[in-house]
T-cell receptor, first 111, second 118 residues
Framework: GNSVTQMEGPVTLSEEAFLTINCTYTATGYPSLFWYVQYPGEGLQLLLKATKADDKGSNKGFEATYRKETTSFHLEKGSVQVSDSAVYFCALSSTGNQFYFGTGTSLTVIP | DTEVTQTPKHLVMGMTNKKSLKCEQHMGHRAMYWYKQKAKKPPELMFVYSYEKLSINESVPSRFSPECPNSSLLNLHLHALQPEDSALYLC?????????????????FGPGTRLTVL
């Protein structure tokens, strides 16, 4: 079956620190992988995605590489800002119209 | 434009009320979704419409009734809700595919309706 395992939070970092949020998956077929971000009181926004092995998704300084050999899609950012404080969800979509979400990781960045 | 809009933004209702949530997208997407999200949890899928037909119902109680009047609109009719139904209700859409070859789709989410049932 399909599932996503995501690093437990919460994560607290100082501004300009390096961020990694781990995500691993199990899937049948050839899934697409996504990171969504949810700011307080808002819906989910697509942050980045990758549709095949070795693809790198990137946006707003965030990056994640689709690693088939380790079934991973870890989110990284070199220098976080206070405005990056949010909940981050890893997700996968395989054939069909269903998404599988991780449990979410809350990130707080302090000045 | 990747915008999905939802109204109202907030809704407070009693257990005997009837209300509706509305969702709209103009991206030409043919798949639309309702999710329920409790605090500090990931979204839980409720319903999927594909080409205006209900394709997935995740065993949702009948007090939630979805409707897809056309390819751009999705409603969720609420009746006789319980306090435990209080949550953020999210709508999403994706390009959707017909036929047997359903590829993995990107879902675009609306801002949600914050529902409180008293």
């Amino acid at each position: 079956g399909n599932s996503v395992t995501q690093m437990e939070g919460p994560v607290t970092l100082s501004e300009e620190a390096f961020l990694t949020i781990n995500c691993t998956y199990t899937a049948t077929g050839y899934p697409s992988l996504f990171w969504y971000v949810q700011y307080p009181g808002e819906g989910l926004q697509l942050l980045l995605k990758a549709t095949k092995a070795d693809d790198k998704g990137s946006n707003k300084g965030f990056e994640a590489t689709y690693r088939k050999e380790t079934t991973s899609f870890h989110l990284e950012k070199g220098s976080v800002q206070v405005s990056d404080s949010a909940v981050y969800f890893c997700a996968l979509s395989s054939t069909g119209n269903q998404f599988y979400f991780g449990t979410g990781t809350s990130l707080t960045v302090i000045p | 434009d990747t915008e999905v809009t939802q109204t109202p933004k907030h809704l407070v209702m009693g257990m005997t009320n009837k209300k509706s949530l509305k969702c709209e997208q103009h991206m030409g997407h043919r798949a639309m979704y309702w999710y329920k999200q409790k605090a500090k949890k990931p979204p839980e899928l409720m319903f999927v419409y594909s080409y205006e037909k209900l394709s997935i119902n995740e065993s949702v109680p009948s007090r939630f009734s979805p409707e897809c009047p056309n390819s751009s609109l999705l409603n969720l009719h609420l009746h006789a809700l319980q306090p435990e139904d209080s949550a953020l209700y999210l709508c999403a859409s994706s390009q959707g595919h017909s036929g047997d070859h359903l590829a993995a789709d990107t879902q675009y989410f609306g801002p949600g309706t914050r529902l409180t049932v008293l």
